[in-house]
């Protein structure tokens, strides 16, 4: 596998009939095997099957629910989250993932039944503060989301979690606090497309579209042909003339 003969891996681990015994590095290295072949399909057949021949081993299930994520099959990875919930009904970690999954999928009444759900210790967990924050500011509570969500921002300072941050405060009319916040965010990590754009965004929001024009510009350096920047800034140089 290592040598990338994905093929190969697949002709030999195929020839052994999985058991209830089969060592988890069995199916994670056939699972692998065919994602990394661009069999995805069949990956996830893997985890499935795994799953029907280890039904009580759990990270059968949190591969199920990793696959149909990375593939951003969200409403396949909720089904995986849930058949996971039922069988281990008190695990947080499955309750998390069924709350995530819910948000994802915008079913914001669900999520907050899942959330619900939870031990204590897990919804005062940093994870369990950032899906609560999450559930409200999906809500429309973005002044009560804030504080959780910069919470959780600050154990993972990803761009997903910067990005609900930055929308909470743009939802409070914080426009300028936003683009600082967003900034920041860019010298932590490596400039992305996403923040140049949600910047440029928050710019015509305050009515600074010199800045604006800027941010998309920049966009437009990164990526020629993105379609958000090539609108707005059309619309921005109609609207001063500059056409």
Do not use: C
Request: charged letters at 20%.
């Amino acid at each position: 596998l290592s040598l990338e003969r994905y093929s190969q891996s697949i002709s030999l681990l195929e020839k052994f009939t999985p058991l209830k015994t089969s060592p988890e590095r069995f199916w994670v290295v056939l699972g692998n095997a065919y994602f990394l072949n661009e069999q995805p399909d069949e990956a996830v057949d893997v985890a499935k099957n795994w799953i029907e021949v280890q039904p009580n081993n759990k990270d059968a299930y949190l591969r199920l629910i990793a696959l149909h994520d990375s593939l951003k099959n969200n409403t396949q990875a909720l089904d995986a989250a849930k058949l996971a919930q039922k069988r281990f009904s008190t695990d947080d970690q499955f309750n998390m993932l069924v709350t995530y999954f819910n948000l994802v999928t915008d079913d914001v009444s669900a999520a907050q039944r899942s959330f619900d759900n939870l031990s204590e210790s897990a919804k005062n967990s940093v994870v369990g503060q950032g899906l609560f924050g999450q559930i409200l500011l999906a809500k429309g509570e973005p002044a009560a989301a804030l504080p959780k969500l910069k919470i959780f921002y600050q154990q993972k300072a990803n761009q997903v979690n910067a990005t609900l941050v930055a929308k909470a405060m743009k939802e409070m009319n914080q426009y300028p606090q936003a683009i600082a916040f967003l900034q920041e965010h860019q010298q932590k990590v490596n400039k992305s497309i996403a923040s140049e754009v949600q910047i440029a965004e928050l710019a015509i929001l305050s009515d600074d579209y010199d800045f604006a024009v800027k941010q998309y510009e920049a966009v437009l350096e990164l990526d020629p042909n993105n379609s958000r920047a090539l609108n707005n800034l059309a619309y921005i140089l109609i609207e001063q003339g500059s056409y």
